[in-house]
């Protein structure tokens, strides 16, 4: 896949109600006394996000609201492993002369933390205006994951960096969740 296709979330429901009868099937462990956070999460709040994912969270209503978003896929090979079908958000601004702008999401995290900033950061409202690009990282969200080891720092930001070209960015500014993936980002950019 050289070219860059639109992308639709569509999540069938068997996937849906195979991840609600995994919930209602989970086992939970003993818990200390007194432990709190101690100790990671407090059995109380897994139990609690566990009943609010079973029976309340309505994936047909965040699939509608993703579906506003402008998807996209493609494939990027980085040297050594095989090529990645990898998804993306991508807004361009109207604005003339906006600022290519990649934002890789965090650990854990994913493409959504962005978009709260799509609107504003697309416009500019004065400031400078941004095309965004916000990828699902190789191994998260929707994008695919390597079968191969090795695949560290380096090859996120080489994949990413790829995806930039791909998309006829040559020079561009990032915002990262990953200190040491904006560092190895300003490597291959410099």
């Given at each position: 896949?050289?070219?860059i296709?639109?992308?639709t979330?569509?999540?069938?429901?068997?996937h849906?109600?195979?991840?609600?009868q995994?919930?209602?099937?989970a086992?939970?462990p003993?818990?200390?006394?007194?432990?709190?956070?101690?100790?990671?999460?407090?059995?109380?709040?897994?139990r609690r996000?566990?009943?609010?994912?079973?029976?309340?969270?309505?994936?047909?209503?965040s699939?509608?609201?993703?579906?506003?978003?402008p998807?996209?896929?493609?494939?990027?090979?980085?040297?050594?492993?095989?090529?990645?079908?990898?998804h993306?958000?991508?807004?361009?601004?109207?604005?003339?002369?906006?600022?290519?702008?990649?934002?890789?999401?965090?650990?854990?995290?994913?493409?959504?933390?962005?978009?709260?900033?799509?609107?504003?950061?697309s416009?500019?409202?004065?400031?400078p205006?941004?095309?965004?690009?916000?990828?699902?990282?190789?191994?998260?969200?929707?994008?695919?994951?390597?079968n191969?080891q090795?695949?560290?720092?380096?090859?996120?930001?080489?994949?990413?960096?790829?995806?930039?070209?791909?998309?006829?960015?040559?020079?561009?500014?990032?915002?990262?969740?990953?200190?040491?993936?904006?560092?190895?980002?300003?490597?291959?950019?410099?």
């Open positions: 896949m050289d070219s296709y639109k992308h979330i569509n999540i069938s429901d068997s849906v109600q195979d991840l609600k995994r919930l209602s099937l086992r939970f003993d818990e200390l006394d007194g432990a709190g956070w101690d100790m990671g999460s407090p059995l109380k709040e897994i996000l566990t009943k609010y994912w079973r029976d309340q969270f309505d994936w047909r209503q699939e509608r609201k993703l579906a506003e978003l998807h996209y896929v493609t494939c990027i090979q980085c040297d050594g492993f095989e090529s990645l079908r990898i993306f958000i991508h807004k361009k601004s109207q604005a003339k002369n906006a600022i290519p702008l990649l934002f890789a999401h965090g650990w854990p995290g994913n493409f959504l933390e962005v978009t709260k900033l799509l609107e504003p950061l416009q500019g409202g004065g400031g205006a941004f095309d965004i690009v916000a990828p699902s990282l190789p191994n998260f969200g929707f994008s695919e994951g390597t191969k090795g695949f560290a720092i380096a090859q996120y930001a080489e994949t990413l960096h790829k995806l930039m070209l791909k998309l006829g960015y040559d020079e561009y500014v990032t915002q990262g969740g990953m200190c040491i993936l904006q560092s190895s980002l300003r490597a291959l950019t410099c």
